[in-house]
């Protein structure tokens, strides 16, 4: 959650959080996007670079798309 730029913090980025209780239960990541795309992915099987490249590839397409809207 530091992670976030206090600027996304500012225009509304929402972070929720669950405690895991249950031991069978599998940890998730789960992202909304402004696109309203939503992207899950199991933590147990994908590591930090895979997922920051998957968001960061999204992210990347979402303001290439911005960019062409504006012009």
């Given at each position: 959650m530091?992670?976030?730029?206090?600027?996304q913090r500012?225009?509304?980025?929402?972070?929720?959080q669950e405690?895991?209780?249950?031991p069978?239960?599998e940890?998730m990541i789960k992202?909304t996007?402004?696109?309203?795309k939503?992207m899950?992915?199991?933590l147990?099987?994908t590591n930090?670079?895979?997922?920051?490249?998957?968001?960061?590839?999204h992210?990347?397409?979402?303001?290439?798309?911005?960019?062409?809207?504006?012009?």
């Open positions: 530091a992670s976030i730029p206090p600027k500012v225009l509304g980025t929402k972070m929720t405690l895991i209780t249950d069978n239960q940890p992202v996007f402004k696109d309203k939503v899950e992915y199991s147990c099987n930090f670079e895979e997922l920051s490249n998957i968001f960061d590839t992210s990347r397409k979402l303001k290439i798309k911005e960019t062409i809207q504006q012009q």
